[in-house]
């Protein structure tokens, strides 16, 4: 799983103020992953796949953070990601 360290290096985020809302963040795309994946943490977030879906989820609701719309909108590259981590699962079983 991503750090919040890693997290606010991505985002660009040098100040404090914002960590809580950051690791909240995190927890969601946690949750997210598992329910769009059935990938939980434990089973692919070492991966490199799995940080980036992290870094696509939190990344949409941190720059969309005052829009009305608390749903994370799929994109391309997260549908794509999700495949391979729905690969990875299939791959453990």
């Not at 809302?21 to 977030?45: D, H, P, Q, V």
């Not at 992290?54 to 999700?82: H, M, P, W």
């Amino acid at each position: 799983m991503l750090t919040l360290e890693e997290t606010k290096i991505y985002l660009r985020v040098d100040e404090n103020d914002e960590d809580s809302l950051i690791t909240s963040l995190l927890e969601f795309s946690k949750e997210e992953i598992m329910n769009s994946t059935g990938a939980s943490y434990e089973e692919c977030g070492g991966t490199e796949t799995y940080k980036m879906a992290q870094r696509v989820i939190v990344t949409d609701r941190y720059e969309n953070r005052a829009s009305s719309d608390g749903e994370f909108k799929v994109n391309n590259i997260y549908s794509s990601l999700c495949t391979k981590l729905k690969n990875m699962v299939q791959d453990y079983e």
